[in-house]
């Protein structure tokens, strides 16, 4: 048995440096947040710092008793290891147990974890405390977008005439703190934006709450982390964090209605398009709202994103695609990036209702969304899941798009 | 009784008059015993061939897991990866955690508990051997069906946990979901009915002088895991039948619109589901402590401190399931006393892993390929442990939770920790079950390639998992960061894969070299535990005579004995305490029958039924119901079984000292087992 073949020791060898060297480069990785909008160790808000001030001396704990136990194991493994010398039939001492020592290592540990309990139970109360003048947002999720209803004049309701509901892209104020209730239209979801807070579910009947902070305005993102059924990848979402000023003029321009036609005549006709096939599902303040208000729609979620103002946000269809080119398509001297989603569309003027930079506006995803959107979002459209491919003519999409791009 | 159905034999010599003018139909002769060939594994009720069985079949479902997580790694390899579409990538998912927990690390655990336990504890068989048979049988059918769906319309997508609604028929049309509910009541019911069986076993036919704490660790753990089979089993199955009365019967239990509360199926599902996490890992624990103290060539350290922290392990277990659901809106007070339950729960695992480390210190360690499947579970697990304490921390948790993190914490406890021990237990075990061993050399580049492509496939998902990657998507962006480690895990994928393929290798290549290798003999490790003092393979009857037991590693004190200062001395030759193959044929063993294999195939039968058409419940029924119907009317023995030579000195139990295997001029002791 103690035979020794050199390529197998080689091989060993081998195989630890390389384990070893991927530990460290894993630690080192950690480190490296740059280009990961999804990283949960980069907090950009009151909420994900405290988790932060948690985690990280839990981790430095893990690191030690991981250092401790894998080098305490590796010492005995070479210290206590049979050389060809040994006799075999000569035995080490044989113990059977030292029960003081027993009792001292089951007590360290749960003196260490006692240790780790206390702050975690601070930090739970500390996340849990309620904001008295924070906004209140509801956040519901069916598959696969999120809907955000803000109730303004705080009377609990979020579907009064003086509150906003929108989709896809949530806008808050930077630095104030923002009370999320988290709802679902249909399956669990789980509402995550790793920068601002950990998750909470989005649970059919129940209604969680959930604080969401930024400190600096910025456009933090987000993943549906709670398998939701077939497109449960292309579940994103998106809270653009403004100053406080442009998030006033975001709320009046969200109160108004499209109700006026426009005056182009392919958005006119665009619009005609729109109230004979979207219109079923996708509701316009100012154009079928108030048909809506009594309209069964076929979905199983029973809802639709709204559409009202939808050049004010910067993605579309579940957060997966920029309405907007991250940079100035017209200029050479900047490449686009490989992926469509690698920046965050800006709206530009068009978030707080001013004009639509039609140069910018994304129409190569655009049209291909309105062309076949299981190509892009598999979806089960005939079960009343996802939007489904109307056969709209490259005409109608042409017009409908210049339709969309009012709707500023 | 210690010693099943062979000690009374006055009994049977009394009743064996009634027993001749018992003229049952033919169909319910029993069949032949001792026989080989394939219809003797069709019919055996013996605990090693079922064992075997169990393993086998593990070993093949294993294959299938494991290519579903190939074509995992390769969809993502890269962003937008195309291998793959998202309903399919959804079911493969599913299909690849439901077949690892449920048909590769619960039963090779079973495999191991069928084959080793009655050997650890001097019995003859289990309890109830038929019953023994008809839970492989269940778990087999259950394990069919449940792929089957892959050639019917496609496999289950709600994920392993199924999440209520969406595992609803509203959001999962196909019948893949039907399949899983259907594969795992079969499963399930033969979880039960092996738990039942191996519970009474060790309870109640230990081998003379061997009390509870006398018991090999192994033991110990089975005995904790079939407990917690036997409590944790129902409660999923009581989730099932709400699911299947919703699926299949337009029942309302998880249907939001009438009031339903989605959260009762992630309840019940984690009640079952926590203590299934330990059940899994428990019988590696045990394997490990075995095998630990023989290649430190010391005894394990602290034995009852092991024991105990398993079984606080098992009963700890029910106190922490909410900690799957630390964001599913329960509230804080809820979060908060989860929190700490889960953190609590990491002491006596922490006991296990100094105790092992201290088992090895001071020891003259063999690295053999078991050792070092050993250690690599004490390494990997302690990684996959500290990850665990990290999302003990609620905070934390909400963060890292549905994440990659987590699969990696996962995958570190069962793949690292439960298979770890597993692939070690093969080398260990081998040849006891097969008389030969396998190519220690093969098994230590085993371990090495393992060792690294389990590292590479996992290790990278922590920190995938940190900056964000979502557990069950089947593709994701370019322009979030994780391009790098994905291709890293698929390389350790493939690396993975071929060390499973090199076992397998092994296997047949030391199997076909064997024949010019002398036979192993009894106690090829120097071992401690009795299972080593028979031959090897084993025969048919395990032990002749049945040894009495005088203390923890019994057959290692036959061996050695310790000064007062802890020297060991050896006392007498392995060759002269082992015992000699015999005929056997005073031994009496529970007769083959048909009608496990019968009463199990009516099942799937009855699960298709309830799927596609209700009519064939009814066949399925019949069969079920004539299969216990035989069970029931079958006569104890089949025609073979001899009796006449029923010999009372021939099976007397020994007194445990180095003695001749035959301890002549000891008349039977009544020798009841403590406990």
Known sequence: MSRRSTGLRIFGVIVFAIVVTLFAALIYAAFQNDGKPLDTFVPKGPSSQEIQNLVLPVFAVAGVVFVGVMGAVL??????????????????????????????W?????????????????????????????????????????????????????????????????????????????????????????GLNGKKDAVPGIRSPLKLEADEPGVYRGQCTEYCGLSHANMRMLVRAVEPGEYDTWVTNQLKGHAADPTDAKALAGKTTFKALCAQCHVIKGVNDEKMKTATVPLTAGVAPDLTHLMTRGTFAGSILNLYDPVDPNDPSVTLPASDVAAAGDPGAALTGGTVDTSRVNRVSLEAWLRNPNAIKPNYAQGGRGMPNLGLTEAQIDELVAYLETLN | MAIIEAPPTEQLALTGTVESDYKPAGVFTRPKSGGTGWKSWLTTVDHKKIGIMYGATALVFLLIGGFEAILIRVQLWSPRGTLLSANAYNQVFTMHGTTMVFLVVMPIGAAFANYLMPLQIGARDVAYPRINAYSYWMFLFGGLLLNSSWLLGGGADGGWFNYAPNNGVLYSPSHGIDFWNMGLFITGIASLAGAVNLIVTVLNMRAPGMSLMRMPVFTWMTLVTQFLLLFAIPVLTVAQ?????????????????????????????????????????????????????????????????????????????????????????????????????????????????????????????????????????VTMFTIGGLSGVTHSVAPADTQQTDTYYIVAHFHYVLFGGAFFGFIGGFYFYWPKVFGYMLNEKLG??????????????????????????????????????????????????????????????????????????????????????????????????????????????DFWYRKYGETKDGKLVRIAATEDVVQQRSDGKHIHLPSPSYWPLVAAFGMPIIGYGLIFNLWLCLIGGIIVVGGLFGWALEPPDDPDAAHADHDPVAHGSDDGSAAEGDTVGVTEKEVEPVG
Not at chain 1, 76 to 96: A, M
Not at chain 2, 509 to 529: E, F, I, N, Q
């Open chain 1, 75 to 104: 010492f005995i493994t070479w210290k206590f290891r049979t050389t060809s010398e040994d006799d075999p039939e000569e035995f080490p001492e044989q113990i059977h147990g030292r029960t003081g020592l027993e009792i001292g």
């Open chain 2, 241 to 377: 039948v709400l699911l299947m009365m919703d699926r299949l019967f337009d029942a309302n239990f998880f249907n939001v619109a009438k009031g339903a509360n989605p959260l009762l199926w992630e309840h019940l599902f984690w009640i079952f589901g926590h203590p299934e996490v330990y059940l899994m890992i428990l019988p590696a624990f045990g394997l490990v402590s075995d095998m630990l103290p023989v290649f430190s060539r010391k005894p394990i350290f602290g034995y009852p401190f092991i024991v105990f922290s398993g079984v606080a392990i098992g009963f700890m277990g029910w106190g922490v399931w909410a900690h799957h659901m630390f964001v599913s809106g329960i509230g804080p007070i809820s979060v908060t006393a989860f929190s700490l339950t889960t953190m609590f729960i990491a002491v006596p695992t922490g006991v296990k892993i100094l105790n092992w480390t201290a088992t090895m210190w001071g020891g003259k360690l063999r690295f053999t390929t078991p050792m070092l499947f050993s250690i690599g579970l």
């Open chain 2, 444 to 553: 230590k580049y085993n371990f090495w390639l393992m060792l690294l492509g389990f590292n590479l496939t996992f290790a990278p998902m922590h920190i995938l998992g940190l900056q964000g990657m979502s557990r069950r998507i089947y593709t994701y962006d370019a322009g979030y960061g994780f391009d790098l480690w994905n291709k890293v895990a698929t390389i350790g994928a493939f690396i993975l894969a071929s060390s499973v393929f090199l076992f397998i290798f092994n296997i047949f290549y030391s199997r076909a070299k064997a024949k010019s290798l002398p036979p192993v003999g009894p106690d090829p490790w120097d071992a401690r535990t009795i299972e080593w003092m028979i031959p090897s393979p084993v025969p048919e009857y395990n032990f002749d005579p049945i040894p009495t037991v005088t203390r923890v590693d």
């Open chain 1, 106 to 194: 089951t007590i360290l540990p749960a003196l260490i974890l006692a240790g780790v309990a206390v702050g975690t139970v601070a930090t739970i109360i500390n996340l849990n405390k309620k904001e008295p003048d924070a906004i209140q947002v509801q956040v519901a999720g069916q598959q696969w977008w999120w809907q955000y209803k803000y109730d303004l004049n705080g009377d609990g309701n979020f579907d009064g005439p003086e509150d906003i509901t929108t989709a896809t892209e949530m806008v808050v104020p930077a630095g104030r703190p923002i009370q999320v209730t988290t709802t679902s239209n249909d399956v669990i979801h789980s509402f995550w934006i790793p």
